[in-house]
């Protein structure tokens, strides 16, 4: 069952991935990606970590989607406007790079594995990914990590106001 | 009941100063309207004069806090002065400039000093996710810096680019520290140096992957060579000082973490990431010069140079010793006074809305500001390397040190390298003493709060540059507890 | 514990499927011409002007991004309730610094005028 789950999941990712960009409709491709989103999240689900995959739906295919689809209306580009890249050569190469990277960490998770003294060996605690556990993660060992992010919000809040607010100066 | 963590809150005591003072020109800024802001900037002074007393205090300690995420040993306290000057230099040379351009607001010196913390957070955090948030603290409000000129295309195209390339970089980073984690099951620096031995790349190849993200991850902010193609633009875009903080201190804040987490968290491995520093302190020395030599723009080819210098700096990491972490911190500190200074100028010598940058404007400036130009000489001379400057000194360090500890050839190509980049910083020189006057004239006010920033740069480039004993022992004394474990 | 989730397996099939069936089965039963006027929006009324696509403002935007920022805070309310009985007044601080530093942020907010609507 796990087995079965874990394929549907996967393939819906990665046909949604490859859809994302294929597709030639800005929106076309948000709503492919909020699939992906959904995808990931049945896949956190399936090895146990249910928090993280409450806040994929929560925050990833609801919120961050929402800002992903105001950004195209905002801009509102034509589909005839958008033009693909004509050269050529960094079409290709760019492929042949990004596949030799994704090779590359296949190799070398395999022979991770192969060696066996990976820790991705090691047997997964029953309580893993526990709501519970990640709560005590970020309120004790984490703590500090776990205030930065206010900073870190706070920051985000003022430039987004900074931005989005008041005409610049002049145009040039 | 869950056992609490020991927080031992001391130990961000700097952090919690200048975050205080950066919430209050943010509230002081949302109370005082138009004319009267410009005390706000002298808020932001008297936090950083106030966390570098923190900072005085705490110097010599060697303390950890919350759980292990934070170190602060002399190491860290020195990069928190970096940032700490380069945060004042860039306050001053700020100023007159944020008048000029009409762009004073609050916000500009809260997203510095918000900087500053993430800057100050990543040198002294002592575990990887500590270190990624505090690089992303660091970055957004880079981000939000370089696009402060909101009415100029070319400021906003520097945001975008920036934001764009930080955001694919974080990527990068996050997902090398997850390998790690996966692989070691744990983020400490402490705990990975235990669970590392020489044959750990053999047995567990995921560290490898993990580490070389976590590398690439960083160089982008570092801006080494291939991750460097955002610099160029995003300098020349952003407005000046915010162009001159750039080069400074999140340079330094990338060099802290990559020096600790390199040739100390993963020490034991250290020789075979080595090969990867040499390959990348070879392209990004060579590919900054050679690039630089053909630009016209000030600010452009000062990015380039910034690029150069970074693989200077990359070269006393590659060696991997404290006597080359030695060299490297030095080389730090000359580059932020020099290049504090040359932005300086460039602000000075700047009209309003900085249409004209070209180098060729600079033409017969001898003859009517002889100080400003003979100023602008030393800088480029340190620069370029030239005796009695800091930068020579900071060079000869570096390279003295790579030939002592066997690496010739990066020796042999780093001063290749700096011969080649005397070439356009002469350029400059010339220019300004040999070339008849430029067709907009050049008129040259000296606001008071640019000029405290050139001199104190001027002073720093001629001080370490003169008597560089001091400040040598000033850095042994904060590199020597970095490896005093291992 | 996954064996929990079989009712939601259910519902997500069903919601797959239904729609799918829904856009499917009209393409193959009914008969479809079109011609420019069936097509416009309104088949029998004044001809449409323009494009429904128009540029928004900026102000939408402003409001997402907010409440973005504002969501991913209360997403750290979650954990936080699963153990504040533990943590005691210990956590009840940590909570409180965390809080206040948005505080200010939404302070800003108002401030700036940022969610008036002009």
Redesign the interface.
């Given at each position: 069952?796990?087995l079965i789950?874990f394929i549907i999941f996967a393939v819906f990712c990665i046909a949604g991935a490859i859809l994302v960009i294929v597709l030639r409709s800005p929106v076309a491709s948000a709503i492919s990606l909020i699939f992906v989103m959904c995808a990931i999240a049945g896949l956190f689900?399936?090895v146990?970590a249910l928090?993280v995959a409450a806040?994929q739906v929560?925050?990833y295919a609801?919120?961050?989607m929402?800002?992903f689809l105001?950004?195209i209306?905002?801009?509102?580009i034509k589909e005839e406007l958008i033009t693909t890249d004509e050269k050529r050569l960094t079409r290709y190469l760019g492929s042949a790079l990004g596949l030799a990277f994704v090779l590359e960490i296949a190799y070398f998770v395999r022979r991770g594995l192969a060696f066996g003294s990976s820790s991705l060996y090691l047997p997964v605690p029953k309580e893993f990914a526990s709501?519970?556990l990640?709560?005590?993660g970020?309120?004790t060992k984490y703590?500090l990590a776990?205030?930065m992010?206010?900073?870190l919000?706070?920051v985000?809040?003022?430039g987004?106001?900074m931005l989005?607010?008041g005409k610049g100066r002049r145009d040039t | 009941?869950?056992s609490?963590p020991i927080i031992n809150f001391s130990v961000i005591y700097p952090e919690i100063i200048i975050l205080v003072t950066a919430?209050a020109v943010?509230?002081a800024d949302?109370?005082i309207k138009g004319d009267r802001r410009a005390p706000i900037s002298l808020i932001a002074l008297a936090g950083i004069i106030m966390a570098a007393f923190a900072i005085h205090a705490q110097w010599g300690a060697n303390v950890s806090g919350f759980s292990g995420a934070i170190i602060v040993d002399n190491y860290a306290l020195l990069f928190k002065y970096i940032f700490l000057v380069g945060a004042l230099l860039t306050l001053f040379l700020s100023v007159w400039y944020l008048q000029r351009e009409e762009l004073f607001s609050g916000e500009y010196f809260f997203f510095i000093l918000i900087s500053i913390v993430g800057m100050m957070i990543l040198s002294s955090s002592n575990e990887l996710i500590t270190a990624f948030l505090g690089l992303e603290i660091m970055s957004i409000p880079l981000y939000l810096l370089a696009g402060f000129d909101k009415g100029k295309l070319r400021s906003n195209e520097a945001a975008l680019k920036y934001l764009l390339m930080g955001a694919f970089a974080s990527g990068f980073l996050i997902y090398g520290i997850a390998f790690i984690y996966g692989s070691m099951g744990t983020t400490n620096f402490d705990e990975i140096v235990r669970a590392l031995s020489s044959d750990s790349l053999d047995t567990d190849p995921l560290i490898l992957i993990g580490i070389s993200m976590i590398v690439i991850g960083f160089a982008f902010k570092t801006a080494f060579v291939p991750f460097h193609s955002w610099v160029p633009d995003v300098y020349t875009g952003a407005p000046t000082p915010v162009t001159a903080f750039f080069s400074i201190a999140p340079k330094a804040a990338g060099f802290a973490i990559l020096f600790r987490l390199l040739t100390v968290a993963f020490s034991p491995i250290f020789v075979n990431l080595s090969t990867m520093l040499w390959v990348l302190a070879v392209l990004t020395m060579s590919v900054g010069n050679l690039i630089a030599l053909t630009q016209r723009n000030i600010k452009r080819m000062l990015a380039y140079s910034s690029i150069a210098h970074a693989g200077y700096i990359l070269v006393s990491l590659a060696i991997g010793t404290s006597k080359g972490t030695e060299a490297g911190l030095f080389y730090l500190l000359a580059y932020t006074a020099m290049n504090a200074g040359a932005f300086g100028m460039v602000i000075l010598l700047g009209h309003k809305g900085e249409d004209d940058l070209t180098i060729s404007s600079y033409g017969g400036l001898s003859r009517r500001h002889p100080v400003a130009a003979a100023t602008m000489s030393l800088f480029m001379f340190s620069l370029a390397g030239i005796p009695p400057t800091a930068g020579f000194i900071g060079k000869f360090n570096i390279f003295s040190n790579a030939i002592s500890a066997g690496f010739i050839w990066l020796a042999i190509i780093g001063v290749i390298n700096s011969v080649i980049s005397v070439y356009y910083y002469l350029r400059v020189i010339i220019t300004m003493y040999m070339k008849p006057e430029a067709d907009s004239v050049t008129t040259v006010t000296y606001p008071p709060s640019l000029l405290v920033a050139i001199i104190l740069a001027a002073w720093g480039t001629l001080h370490i540059g003169l008597f560089p004993n001091g400040w040598l022992l000033f850095i042994r004394e904060s590199v020597v507890g970095l490896y005093q474990a291992l | 514990?996954?064996e929990s989730?079989f009712p939601i397996?259910i519902l997500f099939l069903l919601a797959t499927i239904t729609p799918a069936v829904m856009l499917i089965l009209p393409k193959i039963l009914a008969k479809r011409e079109s011609d420019p006027v069936k097509d416009a929006p309104y088949e029998c009324g004044i001809p449409a002007e323009g494009d429904a696509?128009?540029?928004?403002p900026?102000?939408?935007?402003?409001i997402?991004?907010?409440?973005?920022?504002f969501?991913?805070?209360a997403?750290?309310l979650?954990?936080?309730a699963?153990?504040y009985r533990?943590?005691g007044v210990?956590?009840l601080v940590?909570m409180v610094?965390?809080?206040v530093?948005?505080l200010?942020?939404?302070?800003?907010?108002i401030?700036?005028g940022?969610l008036r609507w002009q």
């Open positions: 069952m796990h789950l689900a399936l146990g928090f806040l929560i925050v609801g919120a961050v929402v800002l105001f950004v209306m905002l801009l509102n709501i519970e990640i709560s005590t970020i309120f703590l776990f205030e992010t206010s900073i919000l706070l985000a809040i003022v987004a106001i989005a607010r | 009941m869950i609490l919430i943010l509230i949302l109370f | 514990m996954l989730f397996l696509r128009e540029r928004f900026i102000k939408f935007y402003l997402a991004i907010l409440f973005l920022l969501d991913i805070e997403v750290f979650y954990p936080w699963v153990i533990k943590l210990f956590g940590e610094v965390f809080i530093i948005l200010i942020g939404y302070l800003y907010v401030k700036k940022a």
